[in-house]
């Protein structure tokens, strides 16, 4: 089995890396910008077209407010940036919101941003996979076609990538990130020459259709109610901010400094990003409508179920740059790759957030531990999974998964900014250097706007989104909280239970008293070699009773070793059980159990002899009656289980074959710990000799 699974193993993913290498795959800031901000630099691509196609219910008229929609957008970005940057410097552990709310604001807390978070990782890659899809799908049928297929293989693909490790998969990310953001900014540049220096007239495909709006002449309360909604689907730009607080411990030194730098210089791109687009959207007179088949019209005619709505983005760069322009093909190719891209932030925020939760015991533990390339492999495909689930579920549709999208985020932001202002107020209560207080209440105070900001966002948030799919959002959160509940209490228990007595009275409890005799029970089938080595190792145990028990299943092979018993006078009594019904595993699980009732203080040491074997499929043959046996011994208290190996041939040709492959680092071997060097195995073996 080993050797079926090493190779294509080592094939996808490489060999595996000593746990002191791990240094070497922290990042620097170059590589970090387009592992952890590929979320909110590729929601540009979306972002826009979402408060677009929300303003286009009241028809082209209420896209006059989308400059100010985005002036409110700028606003908040701004604002979660100059928070987080106090979170990345307090907490630089990696723990980001779920730390701070855990601390300041106490464990349920903790674990509600810990749901959000989960949530929204598993959103982000839904959203930017369907997303990017979409937009490959406009130049390539094929795509559209099969949409739900090609995003599960787009998944898979950057699954592996990231099993890979974090620094290799960060160094395949920032080509196409850093292509996309040059590209934007060339059209964003280009466009404002063109309009402002040349006064070309710049029309989008779109710009001579008509919206037949869904509600005109709105206003009132209803309007407000349009615009905050508009809004909330703008705030899809903000959307993986938190992803470079979870992330400061794979940073090189300093750490919050790089990562502080980092998230600021993050913010200043998408924010620039988007409103730069939101303007040349506004002067290329880009039209976007929420139902294009009934809704959108050219020259009087709706366009109908064949049109296909092309986003903002490019829609915009083939007014700038002309249609099939190689800037153009440029931009539309890093738009759709980098979308694919933006997953990447949630590839490294949940499995990170994963094994953070793992060690506080609410998710399992195998979720802490790193894999081969030194990732957190078990988040990896725990992400993978569910973001398959729901693209399959919503047929990776982004518009429908859209509207899942920022409550966990938002949820997230306002708890942890609520924290941070509690860790300022713990803090300034015991520090008396002025500047140091002065610098914790403009700190503060930051925080403190944050909270105010984020928490109102997420009340529109709610109200604008909730019966559009938010609650979706929320159901996943509090199953998440649910679980993570449960397996605390189930980790908390064990570890109560099994925890040593330190009162010398609960110290002589039946765990440490030593038992009143030893019962030892060979099972046997047939008299054969490892039939004879259980018996000889169950002698050398020198129990107080030993018998050898078989069950009779065929009469004529037990009657067989009853006289193979006798002739070879072995010095050990044996005993048969009767089983009318040819059951194996019941007989003898009764007959222990039986031993355990008429003497409760004695132990029952039951000795299994086994075969060991070289090939996978060998396994199949053999073992499977011990396997049941050990397994079902397991529940009866006061019950040992003991194999008795007899490796076959087989298994002898299959450890010389692992004794060539000594030096290849096998599967797990991170988790073992560093390997023997062979200079080191040599010399060993020579002051033994």
Known sequence: ??????????????????????????????????????????????????????????GVSAYHFSPWIAVAVVVLMFTVVASYRQNVHAYPSGGGDYEVATTNLGPKAGLTVASALLVDYVLTVAVSISSGIENLGSAIPFVVEHKVLCAVAVILLLTLMNLRGVKESGSLFAIPTYVFVAGVFIMIVWGAFRGLV??????????????????????????????LRAFSSGCAALTGVEAIS????AFRKPKSKNAGNTLAMMGLLAVTMFCGIIALASATDVRMSENPATELFHNGVAVGSDYVQHPVISQVAEAVFGEGSFLFVVLAAATALVLFLAANTAYNGFPLLGSILAQDRYLPRQLHTRGDRLAFSNGIVLLAGAAMLLVVVYGADSTRLIQLYIVGVFVSFTLSQIGMVRHWNRHLATERDQAKRRHMMRSRAINAFGAFFTGLVLVVVLATKFTHGAWVALLGMCIFFATMTAIRKHYDRVAEEIAAPEDPEEAQSDDMVRPSRVHSVVLISKIHRPTLRALAYAKLMRSDSLEALSVNVDPVETKALREEWERRGIAVPLKVLDSPYREITRPVIEYVKGLRKESPRDAVSVIIPEYVVGHWYEHLLHN?????????????????????????????????????????SAPGAVRRGPAQQPQDRTKDSSSST
Not at 23 to 39: M, N, Q
Not at 637 to 663: I, N
């Open 1 to 58: 089995m080993s050797k079926l699974t090493d190779v294509p193993k080592r094939i996808l993913i490489g060999r595996a890396l000593r746990s002191d290498r791990l240094g070497e795959t922290l990042l620097p800031k170059r590589i970090a910008l387009p592992v952890f901000a590929s979320d909110p630099l590729s929601s540009v691509a979306y972002a826009p077209g979402e408060v677009l196609l929300v303003l286009s219910i009241a």
């Open 246 to 249: 979870n992330g400061v411990p």
């Open 198 to 227: 040349l006064d070309d007239t710049m029309r989008a495909p779109t710009a001579d259709y008509e919206i037949k709006p869904e509600h005109g002449g709105l206003a009132g309360f209803a309007l407000v109610f349009l615009l």
């Open 624 to 664: 499977q009656s011990a396997l049941r046996l050990k397994g079902r011994l397991l529940f009866t208290p006061g019950v040992m289980v003991t194999s008795v190996p007899y490796q076959l041939e087989s298994s002898e040709a299959a450890r010389r074959r692992a004794r060539k492959r000594q030096d290849w």
